[in-house]
């Protein structure tokens, strides 16, 4: 953060700051149900030239950074991916109705929304890969859904067996997106990387601790 940069910690986004005490309540106990906090970080450049801050990831991935005004002004996010946006962008939560995100695939169901005239920037893991769709298709895996526009139809399907789920490893359930509009996704998503890193976890330290230590004994 350059010199000249103020922060301070605000209940909600600020977009309606006329909306009073509970209108704030309202829209930022809505983020608790996303698994955020009551509370966002608001910088404010106070001084008379340009200046910087920046912004670090979650966990490793990559920065999208989506112009809103390119997407009609908004911008449907998953749960965890928000991580700044231009003062005055809206940040709500938005449900999805279709039974089947709800009661099979479980991730989807809650999303987080987006609405402004500004930029905005989603974390996604691993690599971003932008697609246009033009009244199309698109299968994919639940958990690789980073953002999209509301005018696509999300859902979740069910797809394969159980036999394929248990023996072959696969999910049952794949996120399905209709219609017109452009969807992000990601190559990564966080429950993936923690069970690619699960071999390595407690066990495989402690296994290489005794290792060292009976080398420096011996």
């Known amino acids: 953060m350059e010199q000249g940069i103020s922060f301070d910690v605000k209940m909600g986004d600020g977009s309606s700051p006329n909306k009073g005490v509970l209108g704030s309540l309202l829209s930022a106990g809505s983020r608790l149900i996303t698994g955020e906090s009551l509370f966002l970080t608001h910088f404010t450049n106070?001084?008379?030239?340009?200046?910087?801050?920046?912004?670090?990831?979650?966990?490793?991935?990559?920065?999208?950074?989506?112009?809103?005004?390119?997407?009609?002004?908004?911008?449907?996010?998953?749960?965890?991916?928000?991580?700044?946006?231009?003062?005055?962008?809206?940040?709500?939560?938005?449900?999805?109705?279709?039974?089947?995100s709800g009661l099979l695939g479980g991730e989807g169901f809650i999303l987080q929304k987006l609405e402004g005239d500004g930029k905005a920037f989603i974390h996604a893991g691993g690599t971003v890969i932008e697609r246009q769709l033009n009244n199309d298709m698109l299968r994919i895996d639940t958990g690789c859904v980073v953002a999209y526009e509301p005018s696509l139809d999300f859902d979740i399907e069910t797809t394969g067996s159980l036999k394929s789920m248990v023996f072959g490893g696969e999910g049952l359930f794949l996120a399905t997106i209709r219609g017109t509009g452009k969807v992000w996704l990601q190559s990564m998503p966080i429950r993936k990387l923690i069970r690619a890193l699960a071999p390595f976890g407690k066990n495989r330290g402690k296994e290489a601790g005794s290792i060292l230590g009976k080398f420096l004994e011996g």
Request: hydrophobic share 40%; proline share 5%.
């Open 46 to 100: 106070k001084g008379q030239t340009k200046s910087r801050v920046a912004f670090a990831a979650p966990y490793p991935g990559t920065i999208l950074p989506v112009d809103l005004r390119q997407v009609r002004n908004n911008l449907v996010v998953q749960k965890d991916g928000f991580l700044c946006a231009a003062f005055g962008t809206k940040l709500s939560i938005t449900l999805n109705r279709k039974i089947g």
